[in-house]
């Protein structure tokens, strides 16, 4: 029985089905291209049904299928609503582990954190976490359902572009520790404002169990409004930032070239903080894991030794040396999304490379709303200030940025990411630093990826 998640009778049991024939689940599976040997198949329904692809998931190893099938043949579970049993899953793999559970949300750096957060838990403790960016209506019940029972420390990433998804997601998790980033302009096309974002993001806080930790960031200007959502679930706030009265305070920030330095005041005692990591917006991101993972439980020396060798993750940031047509160049992987705040950061980390010539490509920012081109516009600024030579521009709202830029820094106007391509090519010099970032269907993740593929499947992390 080593490493099964779920027997036959266990899920029965949990979801109210009906097991056909025994089995067991060493994982679960929603989709057969990545499905494993072993893993239980769950056809949910989106675009296409997933019922329409258990004959794959058979095909492909799993123990059984979830089926809304009464007449599906054996090995499966037959439920009303494979989402609904998936949920129920998810409810019982909780109830049944002691983890301290910890969830993240915010506008800006979520997966990042949850990352940082997990490092850090795995040198305390058995850890589970959120894969990708699993962070949906059925990511999160996914992650939680596929809980190990001897976990000791499991992190949910928590997303939403609608008010009231984490009202949802958030009981389900039940988190003891629950965390706001940063509050910001992300999917604006949802919302009548920023103060809208920052209601719905304090959902989060809805689940959490009695006794459960809120981390805010203090230098966050909506901290007012979050921290008295907070307190309606909970009277233990937990603050991280540069302000006065943060928990976790920082100061004497030294940013450099793949290497970010603070003090972190907690409780009275002063701690070194250094990453091995581009990028000063780093720096909130780790007081925030440090504020998250000692409400946990973790000690803070711990904290501190994990995030010493934490390295960003592709498409998040991560530095490169690569080469491109005979040009060897820095590449600031950041392709994975983008909003305007982390934009800005990304343009910062570009910035910092003094002795390189600087040049940016950057793709449409989604689901901005009515302002979506006075946002893209004003981008111009932290370009210019960062002392970027030239902007590659892919998407149409970007159109409006390449307007607002003096002509010496307007490159090529890109409709795809293949476009784009071609124009870096005929832009780069040796030396260079080159940050793409975009939001994550302009496909500049695969610009990246056509790098990549150049350098044979090998680059150097700097």
């Not at 992987?333 to 390189?356: F, Q, V």
């Not at 307007?410 to 090519?425: C, M, P, Q, S």
Request: glycine share 10%; aromatic share 6%; hydrophobic share 45%.
């Amino acid at each position: 029985m080593s490493g099964v998640l779920w027997t036959s009778s266990d899920a029965a049991k949990a979801t109210g089905g009906e097991a056909k024939g025994t089995w067991n689940a060493t994982g679960l599976s929603i989709d057969t291209r990545s499905l494993a040997w072993g893993e239980l198949f769950i056809p949910l329904k989106d675009i296409r049904d997933g019922h329409e692809f258990i004959p794959n998931a058979r095909a492909a190893g799993a123990c059984a299928v979830i089926s809304e099938n009464p007449n599906e043949q054996e090995p499966a579970l037959i439920v009303a609503d494979s989402l609904q049993a998936m949920r129920d899953l998810a409810k019982a793999a909780r109830e049944r582990c002691n983890a301290k559970r910890i969830a993240v949300t915010g506008s800006v750096g979520k997966t990042s954190l949850k990352e940082a957060i997990s490092a850090i838990c795995v040198m305390a403790g058995r850890t589970h976490k959120s894969q990708k960016s699993f962070n949906n209506h059925w990511g999160v019940p996914l992650t939680l359902a596929a809980m190990p029972p001897d976990t000791e420390y499991g992190v949910f990433e928590v997303g939403m572009n609608h008010a009231g998804e984490l009202a949802d997601l958030s009981p389900l998790i039940a988190p003891h520790v629950a965390i706001i980033t940063k509050i910001a302009p992300a999917h604006l096309a949802h919302f009548k404002d920023v103060s809208a974002i920052a209601k719905a993001k304090a959902e989060i806080f809805v689940g959490l169990v009695e006794d459960g930790v809120a981390v805010i960031n203090r230098d966050d200007t909506y901290f007012d409004f979050l921290s008295n959502n907070a307190s309606e679930r909970t009277s233990k706030i937990m603050t991280f930032g540069e302000h006065g009265d943060s928990d976790v305070r920082i100061s004497n920030i030294i940013s450099g070239v793949g290497e970010q330095k603070a003090d972190l005041t907690i409780k009275g005692k002063t701690y070194k903080l250094v990453l091995p990591l581009d990028g000063a917006h780093w720096i909130q991101n780790a007081a925030c894991a440090v504020a998250a993972t000692m409400s946990a439980g973790v000690d803070i020396d711990v904290a501190l030794s994990a995030l010493a060798g934490f390295r960003a993750l592709p498409g998040r940031g991560e530095t490169l040396e690569v080469k491109l047509d005979g040009k060897v160049f820095t590449l600031i992987d950041d392709s994975y999304n983008a909003n305007p705040e982390s934009m800005k950061a990304a343009i910062g980390t570009l910035g910092a490379r003094k002795n390189s010539r600087k040049i940016a490509v950057l793709g449409d920012m989604f689901e901005l709303g009515k302002d979506e081109l006075t946002l893209h516009a004003a981008l111009a600024e932290p370009l210019h200030d960062a002392g970027v030579s030239r902007v590659i521009f892919v998407g149409e709202c970007m159109r409006a940025l390449k307007g607002a830029l003096p002509q010496s820094m307007r490159g090529l106007w890109a409709r795809d990411w293949e476009a784009a391509l071609e124009g870096l090519k005929k832009e780069l010099s040796d030396g260079d630093a080159v940050l793409v970032k975009g939001s994550n269907a302009t496909g500049l993740g695969r610009l990246v990826a056509a790098i990549r593929k150049e350098q044979n499947g090998v680059a150097d992390v700097l």
